[in-house]
C-alpha cells in the first residue's frame, strides 16, 4: 500500500464518521482538526474503524501521529505493509 | 396568583406518529380511518407488525448527529424543534437556562446495547470492537440531552422512567416544574425507540400479549373480542407548556389548559393491570381538576388490546363513570398506531386536542365485534362522532410495575 492509499483509507474512514463534512480539499500537511469538525470521539472512531476494517492497532500513545494525512501515511503505511496488504 | 397556583398552557405540539408526523397529518388520519402500522423485519424474529415513523431527521439534524446518536435522541429533537416552531416562540430570544426538557421514556438503552452485542457477534465477542458511544447512548437521560445538545438548552434537561405512563408524566412533571418556578418554558411529553429492540418483541411474545393478524392495519383492536395484543410502535410528541401570564404576554396559540393529574402505584403485580388503583388515579386527577365524572367529555384510554388489560380499564372507567355521564365519549388512539410506549400519553392526548375546535371524536377502529364486557356507554367506534361539547379531556396511561397516570385537559377559557 502506498501513502497515497494509505491516505485514501483514512479519508474513507472521515467521510463515513463525518458524513457533513466537504473532504474535497483536505490539506495533507495541516491537522485534521484544524480544518474539519472532529473532535476527540471521532479520533476514537478512526482507530476503532483501522481496527475494523484493517486489523490495524493505534495504541493511545501513538494517537498524535494521526494528526494529518501525511502523519497517518508515515506511520499507517508501515503497519499495512507488516500485514502484507 | 403565586406560582404554585398558576395556570398552566399547552402552547405548541410537534409529533411524529406512525400515521403522521405532524398534528394536521396525524388528526386527519385519526378522522379517516388511516391506521400506521406495517410489517418489519426484526433482528432474530423475522418480519413482525410494528407502527414506523417516517419523518425526516436531516430536518433537524446534521448527518453526523443522526448517526452519533440515537433513534430516542432524533425523534426527541425532531418533535421539540417542531413543537418550537409551532408555539411561535421566538427561540433566539428564549433563555435557555430557564427552559427544562422533561421527557418520558418506556425504557431506554435496550437498543443500543443490543446493537453493540450484535456488532461485537461478528468479532468474536472481543469487547475491543465495542463503541466507545455506547454510554453517552445509552445513559437514561439520552433522548433529553441530545435534544439539550441540538437547542443549546442549558436548564434542567432529563427523563422521566415510568414505562408506558411516561407520555402523561412528562406533561405532569412540567407543569410541576412550571408551578414551582425551576424553569419558565418546558419542552415535554414521550418517545419511544422500542421498535428497534428485539428485546421488547420477544419479551411480549413470550407474554403471550404481541398481536397477529394477517392485515396489518388491523392488527391493533382494543375493545375487539378478537384481540390478540399489543403493536409495538415507534413515536414521540413533545408539547411547549407555559404558564398563562407568559403565554398571554406574548399572545400565544393556546391549544389547553392543564387542568389537573393524578399519578398512583398499584404494589400488585409487575405486570397485570388493578383497576381499583386505576380507578382511584382518575377519581384523584378529577378532584385535583375540581371536576366531577360528568364533565368529562372525551375519556382517551390506554387499552393496548391484550384480552385482559382492555377489560380491567373499562371496569376502572365503568366504576367512575357509571351510567351517568351522557355527555361523556370514550375513544382509543391505539388502535390506529398501535403501543408507542413512552411517546403514547402525549401522543394520544395530541390526537383529541383538535377535538376542542372540531367537536369531532376520533373512533376507536378495528372493532368488528365489541367484547361485552367493554362496551362501555360513549364508546366511539369505528366512524368519527360529531358532539355538541368538548371542553375536558381525560388522558389516561397505564404502565408496567403497576405505574398509573391521569391528565385532564381543558378547553382554555381567558
Given at each position: 500500500?502506498t501513502k497515497?492509499?494509505?491516505?485514501?483509507?483514512?479519508?474513507?474512514?472521515?467521510?463515513?464518521?463525518?458524513?457533513?463534512?466537504?473532504?474535497?480539499?483536505?490539506?495533507?500537511?495541516?491537522?485534521?482538526?484544524d480544518?474539519?469538525?472532529?473532535?476527540?470521539?471521532?479520533?476514537?472512531d478512526?482507530?476503532?474503524?483501522l481496527?475494523?476494517?484493517?486489523?490495524?492497532?493505534?495504541?493511545?500513545?501513538?494517537?498524535?501521529?494521526?494528526?494529518?494525512?501525511?502523519?497517518?501515511?508515515?506511520?499507517?503505511?508501515?503497519?499495512?505493509?507488516?500485514?502484507?496488504? | 396568583?403565586?406560582?404554585?397556583?398558576?395556570?398552566?398552557?399547552?402552547?405548541?405540539v410537534?409529533?411524529?406518529?406512525?400515521?403522521?408526523?405532524?398534528?394536521?397529518e396525524?388528526r386527519?388520519?385519526l378522522?379517516?380511518?388511516?391506521?400506521?402500522?406495517?410489517r418489519m423485519?426484526i433482528?432474530?424474529?423475522g418480519?413482525?407488525?410494528?407502527?414506523?415513523?417516517?419523518?425526516?431527521?436531516?430536518r433537524?439534524?446534521?448527518?453526523?448527529?443522526?448517526r452519533?446518536?440515537?433513534?430516542?435522541?432524533?425523534?426527541?429533537?425532531?418533535c421539540?424543534?417542531?413543537?418550537?416552531?409551532?408555539?411561535?416562540?421566538?427561540?433566539?430570544?428564549?433563555?435557555?437556562?430557564?427552559?427544562?426538557?422533561y421527557?418520558?421514556?418506556t425504557?431506554?438503552?435496550n437498543?443500543?446495547?443490543?446493537?453493540?452485542?450484535?456488532?461485537?457477534?461478528?468479532?468474536n465477542?472481543?469487547?475491543?470492537?465495542?463503541?466507545?458511544?455506547?454510554?453517552?447512548?445509552?445513559?437514561?437521560?439520552n433522548?433529553?440531552?441530545e435534544t439539550?445538545?441540538?437547542?443549546?438548552v442549558?436548564?434542567?434537561?432529563?427523563?422521566?422512567?415510568?414505562a408506558?405512563?411516561?407520555g402523561?408524566?412528562?406533561?405532569?412533571?412540567?407543569?410541576?416544574?412550571?408551578?414551582?418556578?425551576e424553569?419558565?418554558?418546558?419542552?415535554?411529553?414521550?418517545?419511544s425507540?422500542?421498535?428497534?429492540t428485539?428485546?421488547?418483541?420477544?419479551?411480549?411474545?413470550?407474554?403471550?400479549?404481541?398481536?397477529?393478524?394477517?392485515?396489518?392495519?388491523?392488527?391493533?383492536?382494543?375493545f375487539d373480542?378478537a384481540?390478540?395484543?399489543?403493536?409495538?410502535?415507534?413515536?414521540?410528541?413533545?408539547?411547549?407548556?407555559?404558564?398563562?401570564?407568559?403565554?398571554?404576554?406574548?399572545?400565544?396559540?393556546?391549544y389547553?389548559?392543564?387542568?389537573?393529574?393524578h399519578?398512583?402505584s398499584?404494589?400488585s403485580?409487575?405486570?397485570?393491570?388493578?383497576?381499583t388503583?386505576?380507578?382511584?388515579?382518575?377519581?384523584?386527577?378529577?378532584?385535583?381538576?375540581?371536576?366531577?365524572?360528568r364533565?368529562?367529555?372525551?375519556?382517551?384510554?390506554?387499552?393496548?388490546?391484550?384480552?385482559?388489560?382492555?377489560?380491567?380499564e373499562?371496569?376502572?372507567?365503568?366504576?367512575v363513570?357509571?351510567?351517568?355521564c351522557p355527555?361523556?365519549?370514550?375513544?382509543?388512539?391505539?388502535?390506529?398506531?398501535?403501543?408507542?410506549?413512552?411517546?403514547a400519553g402525549a401522543?394520544?392526548?395530541?390526537?383529541?386536542?383538535?377535538?376542542?375546535?372540531?367537536?369531532?371524536v376520533?373512533?376507536?377502529i378495528?372493532?368488528?365485534?365489541?367484547?361485552?364486557?367493554c362496551?362501555?356507554?360513549?364508546?366511539?367506534?369505528?366512524?368519527?362522532?360529531?358532539?355538541?361539547?368538548?371542553?375536558?379531556?381525560l388522558?389516561?396511561?397505564?404502565?408496567?410495575?403497576?405505574?398509573?397516570?391521569?391528565?385532564?385537559?381543558r378547553r382554555?377559557?381567558?
Amino acid at each position: 500500500m502506498t501513502k497515497d492509499d494509505c491516505k485514501q483509507v483514512v479519508l474513507d474512514i472521515i467521510a463515513d464518521i463525518a458524513p457533513d463534512e466537504d473532504l474535497s480539499n483536505v490539506k495533507p500537511d495541516v491537522r485534521l482538526r484544524d480544518q474539519l469538525q472532529l473532535d476527540s470521539m471521532d479520533f476514537l472512531d478512526i482507530v476503532m474503524e483501522l481496527r475494523k476494517r484493517h486489523g490495524i492497532e493505534v495504541p493511545e500513545a501513538d494517537y498524535q501521529r494521526l494528526a494529518s494525512l501525511d502523519s497517518c501515511a508515515e506511520y499507517l503505511t508501515p503497519k499495512f505493509t507488516a500485514l502484507g496488504k | 396568583m403565586s406560582l404554585s397556583t398558576a395556570r398552566i398552557v399547552i402552547t405548541g405540539v410537534g409529533l411524529t406518529a406512525p400515521n403522521g408526523d405532524s398534528l394536521a397529518e396525524f388528526r386527519h388520519h385519526l378522522l379517516t380511518g388511516v391506521a400506521g402500522i406495517s410489517r418489519m423485519e426484526i433482528r432474530y424474529m423475522g418480519p413482525q407488525l410494528a407502527g414506523v415513523c417516517h419523518y425526516d431527521p436531516l430536518r433537524h439534524q446534521k448527518k453526523k448527529e443522526v448517526r452519533v446518536g440515537t433513534r430516542a435522541g432524533s425523534i426527541s429533537i425532531y418533535c421539540a424543534r417542531e413543537a418550537l416552531a409551532d408555539s411561535g416562540l421566538n427561540w433566539e430570544a428564549v433563555a435557555k437556562d430557564r427552559t427544562g426538557i422533561y421527557i418520558g421514556c418506556t425504557e431506554h438503552g435496550n437498543v443500543e446495547t443490543e446493537n453493540e452485542i450484535y456488532n461485537i457477534s461478528k468479532f468474536n465477542y472481543d469487547t475491543k470492537f465495542w463503541s466507545h458511544y455506547h454510554n453517552p447512548r445509552t445513559v437514561a437521560n439520552n433522548p433529553a440531552g441530545e435534544t439539550s445538545l441540538n437547542l443549546g438548552v442549558t436548564g434542567p434537561c432529563y427523563t422521566i422512567g415510568a414505562a408506558c405512563a411516561a407520555g402523561n408524566m412528562g406533561l405532569v412533571h412540567a407543569a410541576q416544574m412550571l408551578r414551582l418556578g425551576e424553569v419558565d418554558l418546558a419542552i415535554c411529553g414521550g418517545v419511544s425507540e422500542s421498535i428497534h429492540t428485539f428485546g421488547i418483541f420477544a419479551g411480549f411474545k413470550s407474554q403471550n400479549a404481541l398481536a397477529t393478524h394477517a392485515d396489518p392495519a388491523k392488527a391493533s383492536r382494543p375493545f375487539d373480542l378478537a384481540r390478540n395484543g399489543i403493536v409495538i410502535s415507534e413515536g414521540g410528541c413533545l408539547y411547549t407548556l407555559e404558564r398563562l401570564d407568559d403565554a398571554r404576554r406574548r399572545g400565544a396559540k393556546i391549544y389547553a389548559e392543564i387542568a389537573g393529574w393524578h399519578v398512583n402505584s398499584d404494589a400488585s403485580d409487575y405486570v397485570l393491570p388493578n383497576p381499583t388503583r386505576q380507578a382511584e388515579c382518575i377519581r384523584a386527577a378529577l378532584a385535583r381538576s375540581r371536576l366531577a365524572p360528568r364533565d368529562i367529555h372525551l375519556v382517551n384510554t390506554h387499552a393496548t388490546a391484550t384480552p385482559l388489560g382492555d377489560i380491567q380499564e373499562c371496569e376502572a372507567i365503568r366504576a367512575v363513570f357509571g351510567e351517568g355521564c351522557p355527555d361523556t365519549s370514550i375513544n382509543n388512539t391505539k388502535s390506529f398506531i398501535g403501543h408507542c410506549m413512552g411517546a403514547a400519553g402525549a401522543l394520544e392526548l395530541a390526537g383529541n386536542l383538535p377535538s376542542f375546535d372540531d367537536l369531532v371524536v376520533h373512533p376507536t377502529i378495528n372493532v368488528d365485534r365489541l367484547d361485552p364486557q367493554c362496551a362501555l356507554p360513549g364508546l366511539v367506534l369505528n366512524q368519527p362522532r360529531q358532539v355538541a361539547k368538548v371542553d375536558t379531556i381525560l388522558n389516561n396511561s397505564f404502565g408496567m410495575l403497576g405505574i398509573n397516570s391521569t391528565l385532564i385537559v381543558r378547553r382554555f377559557v381567558p
